[in-house]
């Protein structure tokens, strides 16, 4: 009997301990990356947000102000 692909990718494949001490070391450093352009972005974009929600509150009131006073 000849193997075909459906054999051949069913084969037992046991990794190396350095082949798994690297997926292991590349999920840490993966994870802490995404930890830190995470915190980077809160710290940059929160305060960006937050002034964006003051201007678009400011002239929310200026547009009620000025709406209120040419409809009297």
Known sequence: MTL???HIKN???TPSPAHTALKKAA????????????????AILKPIFRGVGWII???????????IITNL
Do not use: C, E, M, Q
């Not at 802490?32 to 915190?39: E, N, P, W, Y």
């Not at 002239?59 to 102000?65: D, K, M, S, V, Y």
């Open 4 to 6: 075909n692909d459906r």
């Open 11 to 13: 084969t037992s494949f």
């Open 27 to 42: 999920k840490v450093a993966g994870i802490a990356l995404g930890l830190i352009v995470g915190l980077l972005l809160w």
């Open 57 to 67: 509150s400011i002239l929310t009131a200026i547009g009620i102000i000025y709406w």
